[in-house]
């Protein structure tokens, strides 16, 4: 059964910390690895890494991905209010692309 | 940007009623359409995969007969949930997926929040 874990399930920080979001998988058919925001509805995307050491860059947000030990990290720097929100990892295998998701992590910045 | 819209937002129903939720992709044609189910405090859980013309894939502990899942047409999947249950209250989420792209071309509807009393 495909698994994906995302560590830590909820962190508070202050405005202007950065924050590293882990998101470690086992799958079969491994595709590609995607991050997504989820605010009060439906996840909207961040990343997709298809490659291992790579880093994927937007604004404060990046991200990476290591093949071999089978993780990803997703890092937010100079964190805003606006960032709090759910990040989830989600894991695309097979044909079809069906996506695994991890159990998200929850990020509140604070003032 | 692609679109998915699902209708309807938020649905109140008594147990034992059957309720249709709608997945439609707006601006482009969607072979492959996903339904997802999340829990409060949970993440997604795929229920079924939706192909257009062909029957849907169901997930592991994912009941079809009372999931039925009907992709009519390249742009409109839809969800019913037969014989509702209070335990079938949840967020209930699709996303399409246009022709054979990749995993990232995956949009997501807004979601369904269905409540069984």
């Known amino acids: 059964e495909d698994k994906v874990v995302q560590s830590p399930l909820s962190l508070v920080v202050h405005e202007g910390d950065t924050v590293t979001l882990n998101c470690s998988y086992e799958?079969?058919?491994?595709?590609?690895l995607l991050w997504y925001k989820q605010e009060k509805k439906a996840p909207t995307f961040l990343f997709m890494l298809?490659?291992?050491?790579i880093e994927k860059k937007s604004g404060r947000l990046s991200s990476i991905l290591d093949k071999k030990e089978l993780f990803s990290i997703l890092n937010i720097t100079a964190t805003q209010t606006g960032d709090s929100a759910i990040y989830l990892c989600a894991v695309g295998t097979g044909t079809a692309s069906k996506l695994t998701f991890g159990t998200g992590t929850r990020l509140q910045v604070t003032l | 940007g692609a679109v998915v819209s699902q209708h309807p937002s938020r649905v109140i129903c008594k147990s034992g009623t059957s309720v249709k939720i709608e997945c439609r992709s707006l601006d482009f044609q969607a072979t492959t359409m996903f339904w997802y189910r999340q829990f409060p405090k949970q993440s997604l859980m795929l229920m079924a995969t939706s192909n257009e013309g062909s029957k849907a894939t169901y997930e592991q502990g994912v009941e079809k007969d009372k999931f039925l899942i009907n992709h009519a047409s390249l742009t409109l999947s839809t969800l019913t949930v037969t014989s509702a249950h209070p335990e079938d209250s949840s967020f209930y989420i699709c996303?399409?997926?246009?022709?054979?792209?990749?995993?990232?071309?995956?949009?997501f509807g807004p979601g369904t929040r269905l409540t069984v009393l």
């Open positions: 996303s399409a997926k246009p022709g054979l792209a990749d995993s990232r071309e995956q949009f």
């Open positions: 298809t490659s291992s050491g």
């Open positions: 799958v079969t058919n491994f595709r590609s």
